[in-house]
């Protein structure tokens, strides 16, 4: 199975709005509505700012949300603040029943 | 509030097999609607998932480990166990624990602290 498609690494000042693509193909994101979005600080387990493309969970900020469109899935961050700069993954379902990650954005926020 | 904590030994020889233990408390596993299993990250790379399974047996496994892949749980300890055969040093990683929604089998909603397993001689 193929991984998904980040960018290796994003930036931007803070305040700014910053978006974080997620490029899969027909068999996962083009298929289902189940991509999630993680944020990993070092040292850190991942912690799940997005679900089911759109969804945060209870907790997360409003800053962050979730879009999709085709076969790439996008995290946005506004308001961009300090502790926001982390990696950040994306997953998705597979149409084999499997989930497939993304490689990682950097996200340094200037 | 539900807790995932794994654990094993920290470091396992070349072909021989890498065995942890997760687990689970403030929830039960047989409480139904979720998937249980492991994600795993390479030092300083990207999350790969490994695999997950329902308490009630079925299993799904990264198709590049299934030859070596056995997750398994113990209800009544409220446990997951991955077990990977024939480990090499490309199988240092660190080890997460984690739980999966059914109904949204996109990514993991909770998630154990991780373990790091060294594969050395």
């Known amino acids: 199975q193929s991984a998904l498609t980040q960018p290796a690494s994003v930036s931007g000042s803070p305040g700014q709005s910053i978006t974080i693509s997620c490029s899969g193909t027909?068999?996962?994101?083009?298929?289902?509505?189940?991509v999630s979005w993680y944020q990993q600080h070092p040292g850190k387990a991942p912690k799940v700012m997005i679900s089911?493309?759109?969804k945060r969970p209870s907790g997360v900020s409003h800053r962050f949300s979730g879009s999709k469109s085709g076969t790439t899935a996008s995290l946005t961050i506004s308001g961009l603040q300090a502790e926001d700069e982390a990696d950040y993954y994306c997953?998705?379902?597979?149409?084999?029943?499997?989930?497939?990650f993304g490689a990682g954005t950097k996200l340094t926020v200037l | 509030q539900l807790q995932l904590q794994e654990s094993g030994p920290g470091l396992v020889k070349p072909s021989q097999t890498l065995s942890l233990t997760c687990t689970v408390s403030?929830?039960?596993?047989?409480?139904?609607?979720?998937?249980w299993g492991w994600i795993r990250q390479h030092p300083g790379k990207g999350l790969e998932w490994i695999g997950f399974?329902?308490?009630?047996?079925?299993?799904y496994y990264n198709p590049s480990l299934k030859s070596r892949l056995t997750i398994s749980v113990d209800a009544s300890k409220n446990q997951v166990f991955l077990s990977l055969r024939s480990v090499t040093a490309a199988d240092t990683a660190v080890y997460y624990c984690?739980?999966?929604?059914?109904?949204?089998?996109?990514?993991?909603?909770?998630w154990g602290l991780g373990t790091l397993v060294t594969v050395s001689s």
């Open positions: 984690t739980r999966v929604p059914s109904s949204a089998p996109g990514g993991a909603d909770h």
């Open positions: 403030g929830g039960s596993i047989t409480s139904g609607g979720y998937y």
């Open positions: 399974m329902f308490h009630s047996g079925n299993t």
């Open positions: 027909t068999n996962d994101i083009g298929f289902y509505d189940y």
């Open positions: 089911d493309v759109d």
């Open positions: 997953s998705s379902y597979t149409i084999s029943k499997t989930m497939v």
